[in-house]
């Protein structure tokens, strides 16, 4: 990628992140936890901190736009990229958008140890809820679902060509997707509940789902234009140990 267009995706993305809502912290919150929240820094994630998952670089078919919008078009070499670091506990915020009929996702804790990052990183769901055939199988497929695992509380989706608000909330065990202002899946990684789930699910003969303790973020290439733009994380203290028998 050529580093003009890097460098204005970093700056445009500051930019968006600056205007961003620093109120909206997730439900529940003590005010010991919302203390050490407010004081962790955000850090943007520029052009230069995504690469290919099992490679280098930034695969032709994602294109950064003179605003800073990060663009899978689906034209030319695609593939999912991940995160250039690491991270265990944080706070991802981003927008986006998908399109007509289109399918995407996020994925946390994402290993390099097999051929897709699917195998190992839970889904934040990313599709057209009412074009999309997936949503037909299931509320677990819906915008904002842990993917075939949980579905969304609510459905408050913004309608397709439109911009939706995503935080997603990983601290040990427990994790957190809030869509457009609303909370609206929370799950307990690796207890009961998640054993009988997986066992239950697609991901039933992948042993490393869901269970890494630190790992990449994934943008998905699902073939579907999608587009991502004010992306930044912050890393969390690890706040919960262990995760909540049901």
């Not at 989706?157 to 869509?179: C, D, F, K, Q, Y």
């Amino acid at each position: 990628m050529r580093l003009l267009q890097a460098a204005t995706f970093a700056a445009a993305t500051l930019v968006g992140c600056q205007s961003a809502s620093e109120n909206t912290t997730p439900a529940e919150m003590d005010d010991e936890e919302l203390a050490i929240r407010v004081e962790i820094p955000w850090q943007t994630l520029g052009a230069d901190q995504w690469r290919r998952y099992g490679g280098e670089g930034i695969p032709e078919a994602w294109h950064i736009s003179d605003d800073g919008v990060l663009h899978f078009t689906g034209e030319g070499e695609g593939g999912d990229i991940i995160t250039v670091e690491q991270y265990d506990h944080f706070e991802l915020e981003l927008e986006w958008k998908i399109s007509p009929a289109g399918n995407s996702g996020i994925m946390f804790r994402v290993s390099e140890d097999h051929d897709y990052p699917w195998r190992t990183g839970p889904e934040y769901q990313i599709l057209d809820n009412d074009l999309h055939p997936d949503a037909q199988e299931g509320e677990d497929r819906h915008a904002g679902a842990n993917y075939d695992m949980h579905p969304p509380s609510v459905n408050v989706v913004s309608p397709v060509g439109e911009w939706n608000m995503t935080r997603i909330v990983v601290n040990g065990a427990h994790v957190e997707h809030w869509l457009n202002g609303e909370r609206i899946v929370s799950y307990e990684l690796w207890n009961e509940d998640w054993k009988a789930l997986i066992a239950e699910s697609k991901w039933i003969d992948m042993p490393d789902y869901g269970m890494s303790r630190t790992g990449h973020i994934c943008l998905q290439d699902h073939s579907d234009p999608v587009w991502f733009r004010n992306i930044r994380i912050r890393r969390l203290p690890q706040l919960v140990t262990e995760p909540k028998q049901s």
